[in-house]
T-cell receptor
Framework: NAGVTQTPKFQVLKTGQSMTLQCAQD?????MYWYRQDPGMGLRLIYY???????DKGEVPNGYNVSRLNKREFSLRLESAAPSQTSVYFC??????????????FGSGTQLSVL | DAKTTQPNSMESNEEEPVHLPCNHS???????IHWYRQLPSQGPEYVIH???SNVNNRMASLAIAEDRKSSTLILHRATLRDAAVYYC???????????FGKGTKLSVIP
C-alpha cells in the first residue's frame, strides 16, 4: 500500500502565484488533515476534513482553502502565495475524526518556497 | 490537551537500548499518550500509544508510570535508522488534532 501520497514533493512559487497541493490516501480513511511545519517548530494544523463532504479550519487557516474531492483525496490551495507560507506541508489521514485513540498516517511532505 | 515536557536531545550507542522520557504532570484520566517520530526529511511516523498499561509493539515499548504523570518510550536496540525527533503527545476526549512540541532529537552513534 502507498499509504498517504502527496504531490508535488518540491515547489517554488513567486509571491502572488497560486497552486494546489494534492493528497490522496488508499487506506479507506474517513478523516484527512493538512499540517505545516516551519523550521525548528512542531507541526500546526491548517485544515481538516472529518469525513467526506466536510471541512473545518484548524489552528492556522488564513491564506489557504481546501477541497475534499472524494473519500480518497484532500487538496490544499494557496490562492495568492506569500513568503510567510514558505514551509513544509504534510497531509495526514486517520480512520476516524476523533484521534484520541487513533493513529495518524502522514505523507512524506511538500517543501514549498515562496520568493 | 495537557502539555508534555521532553529533553531537547539524547544520544545512544548503536545496538543499545534507549529510554526516552516524557513528563506530563497535568494529564487527565482520559488522556492517551502517543509517540510519533520524524526521520530527517520525512513526515511523522506513528510509534506507539497507550492509556494506562504498558504497551508493546514491533517498534517499541511504552512504559507508563503508575500515577500517569510520566512515561518512557523504550527502543530495545537502537539502530542508525532510529535517529529522529521523537514527539510525546497527549490526546484528550474528542481530540481531532495532534499538538506537536519540539520533541527529543535522538542521535545514534555507530
Amino acid at each position: 500500500n502507498a499509504g498517504v501520497t502527496q504531490t508535488p514533493k518540491f515547489q517554488v512559487l513567486k509571491t502572488g502565484q497560486s497552486m494546489t497541493l494534492q493528497c490522496a490516501q488508499d487506506m479507506n480513511h474517513n478523516s484527512m488533515y493538512w499540517y505545516r511545519q516551519d523550521p525548528g517548530m512542531g507541526l500546526r494544523l491548517i485544515y481538516y476534513s472529518a469525513s467526506e463532504g466536510t471541512t473545518d479550519k484548524g489552528e492556522v487557516p488564513n491564506g489557504y482553502n481546501v477541497s475534499r474531492l472524494n473519500k480518497r483525496e484532500f487538496s490544499l490551495r494557496l490562492e495568492s502565495a506569500a513568503p510567510s507560507q514558505t514551509s513544509v506541508y504534510f497531509c495526514a489521514s486517520s480512520r476516524r475524526y476523533s484521534i484520541t485513540n487513533e493513529k495518524l498516517f502522514f505523507g512524506s511532505g511538500t517543501q514549498l518556497s515562496v520568493l | 490537551d495537557a502539555k508534555t515536557t521532553q529533553p531537547n536531545s539524547m544520544e545512544s550507542n548503536e545496538e543499545e537500548p534507549v529510554h526516552l522520557p516524557c513528563n506530563h504532570s497535568t494529564i487527565s484520566g482520559t488522556d492517551y499518550i502517543h509517540w510519533y517520530r520524524q526521520l530527517p526529511s520525512q513526515g511523522p511516523e506513528y510509534v506507539i500509544h497507550g492509556l494506562t498499561s504498558n504497551v508493546n509493539n514491533r517498534m517499541a515499548s511504552l512504559a507508563i508510570a503508575e500515577d500517569r504523570k510520566s512515561s518512557t518510550l523504550i527502543l530495545h536496540r537502537a539502530t542508525l535508522r532510529d535517529a529522529a525527533v521523537y514527539y510525546c503527545i497527549l490526546t484528550g476526549a474528542g481530540s481531532y488534532q495532534l499538538t506537536f512540541g519540539k520533541g527529543t532529537k535522538l542521535s545514534v552513534i555507530p
